[in-house]
């Protein structure tokens, strides 16, 4: 059982307030220790016990490790040219999934995993800890769930998207497909799986066969989650929030009603920030979530298409500069409020008990990861007590 003490921390964000100043529990001069995994002592510099090893941070501030709770990493090809023509003027409209459907079906176990643990290992150093990983670009039986196989490898929050769009070979089917989602694919995906996905939206699908796969996804033993009203208003926010989903995600067309529905219930409002800054489309109401009383999580939506992004420090600065939200809303969001959309109780924090996964920032203060946009901040991360 290893030790490991961090200290000279100038500023540790714990996200309880019950541990500190302010929304984010902030402690100065602090310490912590982590051992067998786990925060096990939190307090002042002056008094830290000896563990096996030390890290001195000298006076900079300490995170909890990023949340990443939305990510698309299992995938082949490239789609810059799509990025470039809509930098052009083209609108965005999520056709272009098939492409990259019909380049990960081409390409080898050995292809997927790399490029997958290349993303995956991107986004540590950037400081993301605990990562969601959808399938949802392979599309058939085999394809979804060697998807989520080498998802597994990568991460424990693997989740099956086969309701991402309907392949071109269903094209004129598309309950076939809905049969196929909710039957045997499901049935291969499950293995692999904690979680259900649909992208309920106009050109994906709609609400009847949205809930239907969420519905025979949940009867399964899965968690449900839903790509919700991204390209226009619909019915994805309220049918999460009606089925119990533990997020919806992406919420950039939303009603009052949406607002309030997410506002009074348990699903967590996700926002994907780098999806509207590589779309050009408006960013969600990050400001009226909040104010309404919505958890809001921040997360990446890391894929091809998009948001070929995997930095949550880009997202926090869009979240603030782009959508209303103050420093540390938007650092609370990519940390407790990406944990909460996972349904995690020991994540995005860092309070005895919880993991020992950490960010040490080459700053003061977390108000850097806003203030100083595009800067490499993260100096070091800490995963499982384990210096990464
Ligand atoms: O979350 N909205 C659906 N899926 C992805 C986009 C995938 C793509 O364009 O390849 C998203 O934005
Ligand atoms: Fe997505």
Same mark, same amino acid.
């Given at each position: 059982m290893r030790s490991l003490l961090v200290t000279n921390i100038g500023e540790l964000v714990t996200g309880d307030p019950s541990y500190g100043e302010g929304p984010l529990g902030i402690r100065r001069r602090a310490a912590l220790v982590i051992e067998d995994r786990r925060v096990e002592w939190i307090g002042r510099a002056d008094y830290a016990p000896a563990a096996d090893s030390m890290l001195n941070v000298d006076g900079a501030a300490v995170l909890p490790g990023f949340v990443?709770?939305?990510?698309?990493?299992?995938f082949a090809g490239d789609r810059a040219a799509e990025f470039s023509a809509r930098m052009a003027g083209e609108a965005y409209t999520g056709g272009g999934i098939r492409t990259t459907v019909g380049a990960t079906r081409a390409a080898t176990d050995d292809q997927l995993r790399e490029t997958a643990g290349r993303l995956r290992r991107e986004a540590l150093r950037q400081g993301t800890t605990t990562m969601e990983i959808k399938s949802g670009y392979g599309l058939s039986v085999a394809d979804e769930a060697r998807t989520l196989r080498i998802a597994r490898e990568l991460t424990n929050e693997t989740t099956f998207l086969g309701a991402h769009v309907v392949p071109p070979e269903y094209a004129h089917r598309p309950d076939d497909y809905v049969s196929l989602v909710c039957g045997p694919m499901l049935a291969a995906a499950r293995p692999y799986a904690k979680w259900i996905d649909v992208f309920c939206e106009d050109g994906a699908f709609d609400e009847d066969h949205s809930r239907a796969i969420l519905t025979v996804g949940a009867a399964a033993g899965l968690g449900m989650r839903v790509h919700a009203n991204q390209l226009g208003p619909g019915p994805g926010v309220r049918l999460a929030v009606e089925v119990g989903a533990a997020s919806a995600d992406h919420c950039t067309h939303l009603s009052d009603d949406d607002i309030a529905a997410l506002a009074d219930s348990r699903t967590v409002a996700t926002l994907l920030p780098g999806a509207e800054f590589s779309t050009r489309s408006p960013y969600p109401p990050a400001r009226a979530l909040v104010d309404a009383g919505a958890t809001v999580a921040l997360a990446t939506?890391?894929? &091809?298409?998009?948001s070929f992004t995997t930095s949550m420090p880009f997202c926090i600065a869009l979240a603030v500069r782009e959508m209303g939200l103050t420093p540390w809303e938007a650092v609370a969001a990519a940390t407790s409020g990406g944990a909460q959309a996972l349904r995690l109780a020991d994540a995005g924090r860092l309070t005895?008990?919880?993991?020992g996964d950490l960010v040490v920032l080459d700053? &003061?203060?977390?108000?850097?990861?806003a203030y100083r946009p595009g800067v490499p901040l993260v100096s070091t991360v800490v995963l499982n007590g384990e210096l990464t």
């Open positions: 990443d709770s939305h990510a698309h990493l299992v939506d890391c894929n &091809p298409g998009s005895r008990g919880s993991r700053a &003061p203060s977390y108000l850097h990861l």
